[in-house]
C-alpha cells in the first residue's frame, strides 16, 4: 500500500536524515523540478559529487534502482549506491553541466530530436536481463485499456468514440506486435535527458517496463517543439517521425501508432482528473496523429 503525498512529505526529512547516515552523505543544494521527488545536490565521504534522490513511493519507480543498474551507465546515469531495503532512495551519478535538452531552446527540433533518439537507442542495446525484474509494457498496456474503456463508460467524456476505441485497440495490438524486446525507458521526455561529461547525453528517471522500443517515443515527438502547435502539423509530424524512425531503425508508422495510443490514454486520463480541456487536447493530438495512419 503507498502512502499520500502528504505522508511521503512529511516523512521526507526523516528518509534525508537517513540517506545522509547510511552513506556518509553532505548534503547541498536541492534539485528544483521534481514534481514526486526529493531530489538533493550530495558530495560523498570521499568527495565524489553525487545526486541523492528520494522518490514518492509507487509503482512506477519502483524498479528505478534496477534499471540503472541493468544499463551500468551505458546511457543513463550511473547509480552509485542503493539500499534494497528502500527502493526509493538512490544515490545517482552527478550529471555536469547538467542542462535538460528540454532546456536547449536554441537547438533547432531536429537536433533535439536525434539527441533524444541517440540516447535512448543507448539503453535499447543492453536488451533484457535473463531474470527480469520488470513488469511487462504488454500487460500494463491491457490495465490501460481496460482502464480507458472503463472511464469513457462512465464518465462519458466529450471525446469521440471512435478516436477513442482506435486508441484502445492500438493499446491492446502494438505491445504484442513487436518484433523486438528491450527494456524501455517508460518516460522518455526531454527534459529527462541531461548534458553530461561523460555522456554526453545522459537519461535519467527511468519507469522501466520490457517490451516495444517504439513505445518509449511518443513523449520525445509530441515535447520537443510541439509540433502540433505549428503551422502544418501534418507534415512536421511525418518529417520528425521519420527522422526518429531512421535513427532508431523503427517504423515511422509504428511510432505514429502508439503516439496516437498514448495519446488516446492521456486524455482519458485527464478526464478522470476532470481536466476537460487538457484531455481534448490530447485526443485532438490523437486525431491529427490518426489521420497519418489512414
Avoid at 543513463?76 to 535538460?100: I, N, Q
Avoid at 530530436?113 to 542495446?125: H, K, Q, S, Y
Avoid at 554526453?200 to 510541439?226: E, S
Wanted: a negative charge.
Amino acid at each position: 500500500m503507498w502512502p499520500t503525498e502528504d505522508a511521503w512529505r512529511r516523512s521526507v526529512p526523516d528518509r534525508l536524515a537517513a540517506a545522509v547516515d547510511r552513506w556518509g552523505l553532505r548534503p547541498g543544494a536541492v534539485v528544483e523540478g521534481g514534481s514526486v521527488s526529493h531530489v538533493r545536490v550530495v558530495t560523498t565521504a570521499d568527495g565524489t559529487p553525487a545526486v541523492l534522490k528520494l522518490s514518492f513511493p509507487h509503482r512506477e519507480a519502483r524498479d528505478e534502482a534496477a534499471a540503472l543498474t541493468w544499463w551500468d551507465g551505458a546511457g543513463a546515469v550511473r547509480l552509485l549506491a542503493h539500499d534494497p531495503a528502500d527502493p526509493f532512495a538512490l544515490l545517482l551519478e552527478r550529471c555536469a553541466p547538467g542542462m535538460r535538452l528540454a532546456d536547449r531552446t536554441d537547438l533547432a527540433a531536429a537536433e533535439r530530436l536525434t539527441i533524444g533518439a541517440d540516447a535512448v537507442v543507448r539503453l535499447w542495446a543492453a536488451g533484457v536481463p535473463d531474470d527480469s525484474p520488470f513488469e511487462r509494457l504488454v500487460d500494463v498496456c491491457d490495465e490501460w485499456a481496460d482502464l480507458a474503456e472503463q472511464r469513457m463508460r462512465t464518465l462519458a467524456p466529450p471525446l469521440d468514440a471512435g478516436l477513442v476505441r482506435l486508441g484502445i485497440d492500438l493499446l491492446r495490438t502494438l505491445p504484442r506486435t513487436a518484433d523486438r524486446t528491450v527494456v524501455v525507458h517508460g518516460d522518455h521526455n526531454p527534459g529527462n535527458v541531461l548534458a553530461a561529461e561523460r555522456g554526453p547525453w545522459l537519461v535519467i528517471d527511468p519507469k522501466p517496463m520490457t517490451g516495444d522500443p517504439a513505445y518509449d517515443l511518443c513523449p520525445l515527438l509530441v515535447q520537443v517543439d510541439d509540433p502540433f502547435a505549428l503551422a502544418d502539423p501534418a507534415s512536421a509530424l511525418v518529417d520528425r517521425t521519420a527522422l526518429l524512425a531512421d535513427r532508431t531503425d523503427l517504423d515511422p508508422a509504428r511510432i505514429r501508432a502508439w503516439t496516437v495510443a498514448r495519446l488516446v490514454e492521456s486524455a482519458l486520463w485527464h478526464a478522470s482528473r476532470s481536466e476537460l480541456p487538457q484531455a481534448q487536447e490530447d485526443a485532438a493530438r490523437a486525431a491529427r496523429t490518426a489521420d497519418l495512419l489512414g
